[in-house]
């Protein structure tokens, strides 16, 4: 697409809205299957829809040389909690540089923009292959999940299951979209936690009531006087012909709030062809729960995630909650093929 070969150096440095149309070019140049008006759209709901978004966050790092660009790297913002403290984090996404760039020592600047002194406190990734493995990790992020850390669950549709086990007292409820009631949940299950995405009612509705490409079924578990004791986020695959459950927050303590949304989720998708509903969590309280519904664990690679912390921070990056819904391995769900 761009003239060969680079003439000068290229530098490197954040962009600025006029290079968003090139950006996008280039990420259909590098990534198979990508189509511009599907990342237009994409781009608006990551960056303009996008409740963390703050104007003096850049959106990406860019590789330049006279009038082209190389390659880049984007930052969808997020708030993170670490400790108790609310603060920004970036998501790095779309890592490419265009071949005739490749191979110039671009690629650690490049990812440096984030995770060494970037604009965030909390840099992160989620679905890492080996080159963002690589550069990430000389970077300083620490990887978790994957093959050494398996934190991934199963419910096979087809199998034969023992009853689900009712639960009294509690409601779940499909819902068109989260309200206070889940920034009142928010508010109880922040407090269970150490290192967390926010998830008040603004960015769960952004991450899954106004995902552009596919629906996702919204549950909120109900007591008898109308507080939301959890929720919980179903989404179906088309390309891979199965399910997730991308999200199931409740307190720690409230297993039978747990136990009602799984049960509402494998109720959801129950009767379908697809073969498995998959979760992921590395928090204890779910375990049990995750049993009693069926869920098995389930050994793999998939899914991962890095993160970095200030240096000190009392927090481990180990201590994070993640989901299947966090960072943007699912952001491709529904995006019909070329
Ligand atoms: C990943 C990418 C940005 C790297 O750019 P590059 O110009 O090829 O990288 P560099 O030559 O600057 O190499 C930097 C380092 O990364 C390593 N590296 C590059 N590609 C790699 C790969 N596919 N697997 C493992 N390591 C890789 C290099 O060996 C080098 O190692 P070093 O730290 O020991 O020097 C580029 O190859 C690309 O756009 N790939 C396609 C998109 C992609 O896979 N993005 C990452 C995840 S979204």
């Not at 009853?163 to 920034?183: H, L």
């Not at 909120?220 to 006087?225: N, S």
């Amino acid at each position: 697409m761009n003239p060969r070969p680079l003439a000068r150096s290229p530098r490197i440095r954040f962009s600025r809205p006029e290079d968003e149309e090139q950006l996008l070019a280039i990420k259909c140049e590098v990534f198979e299957g990508c189509r511009l008006d599907r990342e237009r759209r994409r781009w608006r709901w990551e960056f303009e829809d996008n409740p963390a978004a703050r104007s003096h966050l850049p959106r990406a790092a860019v590789v330049e040389e006279g009038p082209h660009l190389y390659g880049y790297f984007a930052f969808v913002p997020y708030r993170m909690q670490i400790g108790s403290d609310v603060v920004s984090a970036g998501d790095g996404i779309d890592l490419c540089i265009t071949d005739q760039a490749r191979g110039l020592g671009l690629a650690h600047p490049l990812v440096a923009t984030l995770w060494d002194e970037g604009p965030f406190e909390f840099p992160f990734t989620a679905g890492i292959n080996r080159a963002s493995r690589h550069l990430f990790s000389a970077h300083g992020a620490t990887l978790i999940g994957g093959q050494d850390d398996p934190i991934a669950f199963v419910y096979f549709l087809h199998d034969a299951h023992p009853p689900c086990p009712k639960v009294k007292d509690i409601t779940v409820q499909r819902v068109d979209e989260f309200d206070e009631r889940e920034d009142a949940l928010w508010q109880r299950i922040r407090k269970d936690h150490s290192l967390i995405l926010v998830r008040d009612a603004a960015s769960l509705n952004w991450r899954y009531r106004d995902y552009p490409f596919q629906e996702c079924l919204l549950l909120r578990a109900t007591a008898k006087d109308g507080a939301s004791r959890g929720i919980a986020v179903v989404q179906f695959d088309p390309a891979r012909q199965c399910w997730y459950l991308l999200e199931l927050l409740h307190d720690s303590e409230d297993s039978n709030a747990c136990l009602a949304l799984l049960v509402a989720a494998r109720e959801a998708v129950d009767g379908s062809s697809a073969e498995a509903l998959y979760y992921s969590t590395r928090w204890q309280p779910q375990h049990a729960p995750l049993q009693a519904a069926d869920f098995r664990p389930l050994p793999g690679d998939v899914p991962n995630f890095m993160g970095k912390l200030p240096e000190q921070s009392p927090v481990s990056v180990r201590d994070w909650y993640t989901s299947l819904g966090d960072g943007d391995p699912l952001f491709e769900v529904g995006v019909e093929a070329s």
